[in-house]
């Protein structure tokens, strides 16, 4: 059992350090929020080119990584307009393209040039280059900034009738003091998340080595068992209901429950989807950069898969 925990240590010295930065980040939110999120998935596609290249890939890594900057830029919308572009130009400021619109050219242009790329670089394969380019620009880098569309959604464009009803003195309330409450209460449901995943990911993990008798997919995880995904899936569920008990009113209890339904779920098919990857890869972690918890790729994998999906469910349903 001893050897079973023997990497708590490092895990734990990481925690310390990186879960105040994360903490302190999700709730600023801003400019300090998209670069740190920016970072995660830049590594993240890296560390993924890098077991591309394993299999025989040689994945464009520059235009990868200018794809993945490009789009992400996307879900940060509203505050480019309001404060980046006025910067340079003046106070009057420019109408800039709608998000959709900014993302799908984003797209098309990203597209575009991996194709052209491909066309005149003849190395390897231009299937595999080209797929595991696009393949990993979309599944790391789109999904992820996701993340950052969630931060967003509390800023100008979050419903004002669902935000003055939890305001006792309505009449009162201004624009700023209104923006500046659901600001807040967007950092907090990033924090959430946040703690939903690592709730989840430890309570799975303390549940599949005291517990852990029936193997979840031995294919893929052989060490994974059913039991630790049960204590997973309730540890993200009781998570998400605590917050909206005591820090979330604009969410109702069902819709808490199924917030973390979908991180229980999804998150550690996240999981699984990424040691897929690394077994067909034929290496153990994504890299070594975070000691006790191999990559980026690694720790934020069930982020990753999970953002989009939340990201569709928080702004099509909950802010509807």
Request: charged share 10%; with cysteine; hydrophobic share 55%.
């Amino acid at each position: 059992m001893a050897n079973k925990f023997s990497n708590l240590a490092p895990r734990a010295a990481v925690a310390a350090v990186a879960i105040p930065f994360i903490l302190y980040a999700s709730y600023r939110g801003g400019l300090l929020f998209v670069l740190f999120v920016l970072a995660i998935g830049i590594l993240a596609l890296l560390e993924f080119f890098t077991m591309a290249k394993a299999k025989g890939s040689n994945p464009q890594t520059a235009v990868g990584v200018a794809g993945l900057a490009a789009m992400h830029l996307s879900f940060f919308h509203e505050q480019i307009q309001n404060f980046i572009v006025p910067f340079f130009i003046g106070s009057g400021g420019i109408s800039l393209l709608m998000k959709l619109q900014l993302f799908l050219t984003a797209l098309f242009l990203f597209l575009t040039i991996v194709m052209l790329v491909e066309l005149f670089r003849n190395k390897g394969s231009a299937f595999l280059n080209a797929g595991s380019t696009i393949f990993g620009v979309m599944y790391v880098g789109v999904f992820l900034a996701s993340l950052t569309g969630i931060r967003e959604l509390f800023g100008a464009e979050f419903p004002y009738h669902l935000a003055v009803q939890y305001f006792p003195s309505s009449s009162a309330l201004t624009d700023t003091t209104l923006h500046a409450a659901t600001y807040a209460w967007g950092g907090l449901t990033i924090i959430a998340i946040f703690a939903s995943i690592w709730l989840c990911d430890t309570a799975a993990y303390f549940g599949g080595l005291t517990m852990g008798k029936h193997k979840l997919f031995p294919r893929v995880s052989p060490n994974k068992s059913w039991e630790g995904a049960v204590w997973g899936f309730f540890g993200a569920v009781v998570t998400m209901i605590v917050f909206q008990i005591y820090f979330l009113p604009y969410l109702k209890l069902h819709q808490a429950v199924i917030i973390g339904v979908i991180i229980g779920v999804f998150g550690q098919i996240g999981d699984l989807i990424e040691s897929l990857l690394k077994r067909d890869a034929g290496v153990k972690d994504s890299s070594g950069l975070i000691p006790g918890h191999g990559g980026v790729f690694d720790r934020f994998d069930s982020l990753i898969y999970v953002s989009p999906i939340l990201y569709l469910y928080i702004d099509f349903v909950v802010l509807s």
